[in-house]
């Protein structure tokens, strides 16, 4: 149920009424936009009916969430959300400035990483991205450097300045690689490993979730659900194509799932053209369609020498085909009154505690 405040409330009525609710069992989650103040209720059936009774001061309106997804749902906040991830005020998704998000599939060696970073930083990236620990379909096939690659990547932060964003593919890694990363991606092949979003859901960092390839949007909602019911509210989620009949493309970019996702949600929503695409030639493209159709901002695969990659190398771009798509979204973001976040400097290395910190400490 969405509780939608006087715009003359008091904060003693705020906090009368959160009392009130959360005596009926209900959870309350409150947001405050420039004009308005919301008050989320969540809970079973029985709690909710019992907050249609109450005789509530203060409040403005009362209207029931009709869909299964409460905490994800547009109308629980009073604005959109926008998540930051890295260090003091972090890199902002969800804004007016798009984010962008670049970097080699997998994490393959020192050199290669700082070359890499070093290009999409120039062309305008403001994320790096690289994987760790990579879900293959072959047992045999190259797996990821593992907590050496973490490593390599949190180095590069603080050289470059830029947040990483890295796969968790186990509950029993989160904290781990909590520890490097400032964003944690769940992949399309966990995107309804329910333990594993439960458990980046107790972690204090944003989490970038991957609609899986064979389900819909509103699966992908009750994922990020999963997230924030255990009191992480930043999530992002990540459109990267779904599997259909037809094979001129690794996946179908479902860019009509964009326009739903920002109609549906407050949550920042990102697309990923290279899994989509599985060919370097269609990631630009797939690009401008979805920063034309709404999308917050890109995760683009990105390697000095996509034919030498261990993984992914038919749809990773060169540093310079990274460039050109840059230069491409551009003059887009400007037409749907947008624009690119710009990169920022270098950051000093982070005070914060190398274990993650929970949000039910």
Known sequence: MILVMSPRHTDA???????????????????????????????????????????????????????????AARGIAADRSVVRAGP?????????????????????????????????????AVMLRGGA?????????????????????AEVRAVTGMPIVTEVLDPRQVDLVAAHADVLQIGARNMQNFALLAEVGRVRRPVLLKRGMSCTVTELLLAAEYVLAQGNPDVILCERGIRTFDTVTRNCLDVGAIAALKAE??????????HAAGRADLVLPLACAAVAVGADGLIVEVHPEPARARSDADQTLT????????????????????????????ALPSAEPTHCRRAHA
């Open 13 to 71: 009525e705020l906090d009368d009424l959160r009392e009130r609710v959360e005596r009926t069992g209900a959870r309350t989650v409150v947001s405050r936009g420039a004009g308005r103040t919301i008050v989320g209720c969540v809970g079973d059936h029985d709690a909710l009916e019992s907050v249609a009774r109450l005789a509530l001061t203060g409040v403005e309106s009362a209207t029931p969430i009709r869909t299964p997804y409460k905490l």
């Open 88 to 124: 003091g005020a972090g890199v902002a998704i969800g804004a007016h400035a798009l984010a962008v998000i670049a970097g080699p599939c997998s994490v393959e060696g020192r050199d290669m990483l700082h070359t890499t970073a070093r290009a999409v930083r120039s062309s305008g």
């Open 133 to 153: 620990f990579k879900p293959r379909s072959s047992p045999y096939a190259f797996q990821g450097l593992g907590v050496e690659a973490l490593e390599m990547l």
């Open 265 to 274: 949600t407050h949550l920042p929503v990102i697309a990923d053209p290279s």
């Open 319 to 346: 540093p310079h085909q990274f460039a050109e798509l840059m230069a491409a979204i551009a003059p887009v973001a400007r037409a749907v009154g947008r624009a690119l976040s710009e990169p920022r400097a270098a």
